[in-house]
């Protein structure tokens, strides 16, 4: 079985403080992304990677930064934690078409 | 711009019924679409996955089936059970799209009564 983890489950943060979210794949996929879901917008894509050291823009990605130094790991960056960004955070994995998520990260910036 | 909706946005049966989610999608133009359940304050678990050349998908209770020319694809659950209750997600890659990406409806939440 793909597993996908993240690093906290939960986490609250002051504004301003540089927040640092991992994911991390056991399956050797290419693809890594980082959604963020909101009650009423959704799942948006905030950015996503295709290999090693590659990334990609989503829908939304501003006010965020990422890593991907090896391929199993995909890390988002939150520059300078604003309230705004309080939200799950939910990253996934892929080879081909299907994609397999971790279990999230409920972040809360006070 | 690419749209995905479900319709509806909560629905509530007893136990035991036969169900049908509806997800609708703005392009014909398609790789694939994927089912999802999520349980409250988890991740997202693959339930199916759709591709454009083929028009349904089974697994166990769960049918999904793919009109690409319609823009729709349906979600059929039988005899439904108080473990199936969960927000069900669908996902449609976008041939317009980059990358893999997915574009997300927003969820119809099931809830099965025992």
């Known amino acids: 079985d793909v597993k996908v983890t993240q690093s906290s489950r939960y986490l609250v943060k002051r504004t301003g403080e540089k927040v640092f979210l991992e994911c991390v794949q056991d399956?050797?996929?290419?693809?890594m992304f980082w959604y963020r879901q909101d009650p009423g917008l959704g799942l948006r894509l905030i950015y996503f990677?295709?290999?090693?050291?590659?990334?990609e823009k989503g829908d939304i990605p501003e006010g965020y930064s990422v890593s991907r130094e090896k391929k199993e790991r995909f890390s988002l960056i939150l520059e300078s934690a604003s309230t705004n960004q309080t939200s799950m955070y939910l990253c996934?994995?892929?080879?081909?078409?299907?994609?397999?998520f971790g279990p999230g990260t409920r972040l809360t910036v006070t | 711009k690419q749209e995905v909706t479900q319709i509806p946005a909560a629905l509530s049966v007893p136990e035991g019924e036969n169900l049908v989610l509806n997800c609708s999608f703005t392009?014909?133009?398609?790789?694939?679409l994927q089912w999802f359940r999520q349980d409250p304050g988890k991740g997202l678990t693959s339930l199916l996955l759709?591709?454009?050349?083929?028009r349904e998908q089974t697994s166990g209770r769960l049918n999904a089936s793919l009109d690409k020319s319609s823009g729709r694809s349906t979600l059929y659950i039988a005899a439904s059970q108080p473990g199936d209750s969960a927000t069900y997600l669908c996902?449609?890659?976008?041939?317009?799209?980059?990358?893999?990406?997915?574009?997300f409806g927003e969820g119809t939440q099931l809830t099965v009564n025992p």
């Open positions: 996934a994995s892929s080879f081909t078409a299907e994609q397999y």
């Open positions: 399956m050797d996929h290419e693809n």
């Open positions: 990677s295709y290999d090693v050291k590659m990334k």
């Open positions: 392009d014909s133009a398609i790789y694939n």
């Open positions: 759709i591709q454009s050349s083929q």
């Open positions: 996902a449609v890659e976008f041939q317009e799209t980059s990358g893999s990406r997915l574009t």
